[in-house]
């Protein structure tokens, strides 16, 4: 089984300030991982998500995540943030899938991080 | 676009009460999901269907039943409502078959209340 650990469960920062929201994950098989972001009272939407490569992934926003295998990370970061992302961020792992069984796409989710941005 | 819709937006229940939670994707997605959000637990899954004509269990079954209609429709539903699943109920729903890596695709909630 899968587990998520965002290890922050607030995070309020200044506009135009560098923010990274951090998310450790557990596993005993190859995981995808992803960030989605959820506006108030709305759904949730990708950020960004890692599935091989280069571990370091650009998403939507201005936003970046690191996948650091060793450490079984994948943080989230922007260098400077603006009032509108202002939102609870949920980092996901799901299986991936050349490491068996199909789970077809189910994502384990952690707690979740409200970033506040003030002015 | 409509992408994934949800009916009901917000319902009040009594406890023993049934309903059922309606969602609908026009995106021509084989996977849907029902997952409920409760405040510092994140999106737990309660059912899935991979593709339509199957549904399985997910983390949080219980008290829960779901029926894939047809492959764009996803009903959950709560035969005798409890207080317990006070949560707010996202249905999500996926373009790939076996492989992991697709997006989700989320509606915007339905937010329950059972007294």
């Known amino acids: 089984a899968q587990s998520v650990t965002q290890l922050d469960s607030q995070v309020p920062v200044f506009e135009e300030a560098p923010v990274e929201l951090r998310c450790n994950y557990s596993s005993s098989v190859s995981v995808y991982l992803f960030w989605y972001v959820q506006y108030p009272n709305q759904g949730l939407q990708l950020l960004l998500k890692y599935l091989s490569g280069s571990t370091l992934v650009k998403g939507i926003n201005g936003f970046e995540a690191e996948f650091n295998k060793s450490q079984t990370s994948f943080h989230l970061r922007k260098p400077s943030v603006h009032i509108s992302d202002t939102a609870e961020y949920f980092c996901?792992?799901?299986?991936?899938?050349?490491?068996?069984?199909?789970?077809?796409?189910?994502?384990?989710f952690g707690q979740g991080t409200i970033l506040t941005v003030h002015p | 676009n409509a992408g994934v819709t949800q009916t009901p937006k917000f319902q009040v229940l009594k406890t023993g009460q049934s309903m059922t939670l309606q969602c609908a994707q026009d995106?021509?997605?084989?996977?849907m999901y029902w997952y409920r959000q409760d405040p510092g637990m994140g999106l737990r899954l309660i059912y899935y269907s991979a593709s339509e004509g199957t549904t399985d269990k997910g983390e949080v079954p219980n008290g829960y039943n779901v029926s894939r209609l047809n492959k764009r429709e996803f009903s959950l539903r709560l035969e005798s409502a409890a207080p317990s699943q006070t949560s707010v109920y996202f249905c999500?729903?996926?373009?790939?078959?076996?492989?992991?890596?697709?997006?989700?695709?989320f509606g915007e909630g339905s937010r329950l209340t059972v007294l």
């Open positions: 999500a729903s996926r373009a790939g078959g076996g492989a992991n890596t697709g997006e989700l695709f």
């Open positions: 995106m021509n997605h084989n996977s």
């Open positions: 996901a792992v799901s299986v991936r899938s050349n490491a068996g069984g199909t789970s077809y796409g189910k994502l384990t």
